[in-house]
């Protein structure tokens, strides 16, 4: 069975300019998360959705990220216009939900440098 | 405010000895702790977990202690194996499948 696939697993962009990431679930997952992880420390979610719909997206800052996941599987995640401090890697996610745990199974992440 | 914190930025142990690695939370409705661990350039991969009506799940060399009255989980990893080298996460969520809190991570080294 295939993971959660993410692309690109690197990108270096200079400030002020846009910014798209890409991530696949594992087939039948039906929630999707964005994390994002600073160097040294554990990953923040910025959003959740089920199947289509954003459930929890209040750690999104929403005057420069978006994110669609518009036929409920692979989703996008948009910088617009990228800072410095948005350096950092850029984590998904996905869960089936049918079980009591729940266990998040995470993509390779996506390494952003802004210069 | 950190609800999850890993206070042991980095462990070092011999092979064939016991890791033990913490983990203090402060929001009493976290029912549901899991370990993650993580190799460099890759995801963080899902180890083990505990739900709060536990105090031990084990897993072959793994084994999670959750201390409620505390507020306090632990991992213990026996024997410990050069493989074991990695950054360990541990979160907790309120409902399971929720959103996961995160710890800093502790950076596990186990030396032949």
């Known amino acids: 069975e295939a993971g959660v696939v993410q692309s690109p697993r690197y990108k270096i962009i200079e400030k002020k300019q846009p910014v798209a990431f890409w991530c696949n679930p594992i087939?039948?997952?039906?929630?999707l998360y964005w994390y994002l992880q600073n160097l040294g420390q554990g990953p923040e979610l910025l959003i959740r959705?089920?199947?289509?719909?954003?459930?929890?997206d209040s750690q999104l800052p929403k005057d420069r990220f978006s994110a669609e996941r518009l036929k409920g599987v692979d989703s996008t995640l948009k910088i617009q216009p990228a800072e410095l401090g948005d350096s950092a890697v850029y984590l998904c996610?996905?869960?089936?939900?049918?079980?009591?745990?729940?266990?998040?199974?995470f993509g390779p992440g996506t390494r952003l440098t802004v210069l | 405010d950190q609800q999850v914190k890993q206070n042991s930025p980095s462990l070092s142990v011999q092979e064939g000895r016991i890791s033990i690695l913490n983990c203090d939370y402060t929001?009493?409705?976290?029912?549901?702790f899991l370990w993650y661990k993580k190799y460099p350039a890759e995801g963080p991969t899902f180890l083990i977990s505990?739900?709060?009506?536990?105090d031990k799940n084990e897993d072959g060399r793994f084994t999670v202690f959750l201390n409620k009255s505390a507020k306090h989980l632990s991992l213990h990893i026996v024997p410990s194996q050069p493989g074991d080298s990695a950054v360990y996460f541990c979160?907790?969520?309120?409902?399971?499948?929720?959103?996961?809190?995160f710890g800093g991570g502790t950076r596990l080294m186990v030396k032949p």
């Open positions: 996610a996905s869960s089936s939900g049918d079980n009591s745990y729940n266990e998040q199974f």
């Open positions: 087939s039948g997952h039906n929630t």
């Open positions: 959705y089920e199947n289509e719909e954003a459930v929890d």
């Open positions: 929001n009493s409705m976290f029912d549901y």
């Open positions: 505990i739900s709060s009506i536990k």
């Open positions: 979160a907790a969520s309120v409902v399971a499948g929720n959103m996961l809190t």
